[in-house]
């Protein structure tokens, strides 16, 4: 069974670093694109980006540019979404997701989502 | 950028009936790279049509998608109260690669 299990909620202060992660399971982990969307407080999805774990070619969406860094550690099946320097506007929900395939782009399995709160 | 514009933002309607949601594209979309996804609240998206037209694994047969170029239309049959959800279009294309629409919410009249 195919699975992408996020790390649990976050609550940070203005300014602190983070990392979350998405553990893939139950199929080749290396073969997949895995891609990261934001939802904030009762709006709708973005895309930010996305990354092959076989390669590392990491992919952005202009508007998260310079704002996150994208990575994998494909020695343990994970991808993950980092900041340097959180802002109040970071906090949201983020979900990772599978791309379907090489010729299908679409994104066939989410993750349950990680919970970021910023606050002071 | 593609801008993909959903209507209506909101549904109205009951249990039994048929829903057509709508999914217009600022620029032409291959019908390739247009998927349909359903959030229930608290609830991580799911795919639900690719490739404009094709069922995901597991998706009944009330829905269904058509659609081409500019144009796109998610169909649900006869809606269940599993179906009273937020549905959000998807193209995949350049720059950014990925883009949604804003989505609409389907809810209980």
């Known amino acids: 069974e195919v699975q992408l299990v996020q790390s649990g909620a976050e609550v940070k202060k203005p300014g602190e670093s983070l990392k979350i992660s998405c553990k893939g399971s139950?199929?080749?982990?290396?073969?997949?694109?895995i891609g990261w969307v934001r939802q904030m407080p009762g709006k709708g999805l973005e895309w930010m980006g996305i990354?092959?774990?076989?390669?590392?070619?990491?992919r952005y969406s202009p508007s998260f540019q310079g704002q996150v860094t994208i990575s994998a550690d494909k020695s343990i099946s994970t991808a993950y979404l980092q900041w340097s320097s959180l802002k109040a506007s970071d906090t949201a929900m983020f979900y990772c997701a599978r791309r379907t395939g090489a010729t299908q782009p679409s994104f066939d399995y989410w993750g349950q989502g990680t919970l970021v709160t910023v606050s002071s | 950028e593609i801008v993909l514009t959903q209507s209506p933002g909101t549904l109205s309607l009951s249990p039994g009936e048929r829903a057509t949601l709508s999914c217009r594209a600022s620029?032409?979309?291959?019908?390739?790279?247009l998927a349909w996804y359903r959030q229930k609240p608290g609830q991580a998206p799911r795919l639900l049509i690719y490739d404009a037209s094709s069922r995901a694994t597991g998706i009944p047969d009330r829905f269904s998608g058509s659609g081409s170029g500019t144009d796109f239309t998610l169909t649900i049959s006869r809606l269940e109260p599993e179906d009273f959800a937020v549905y959000y279009c998807q193209q995949y294309g350049s720059s950014p690669e990925y883009t949604f629409g804003q989505g609409t919410k389907l809810e209980i009249k």
């Open positions: 139950g199929y080749s982990f290396t073969s997949y694109w």
């Open positions: 620029q032409s979309v291959s019908s390739s790279y």
């Open positions: 990354i092959h774990p076989g390669d590392s070619n990491t």
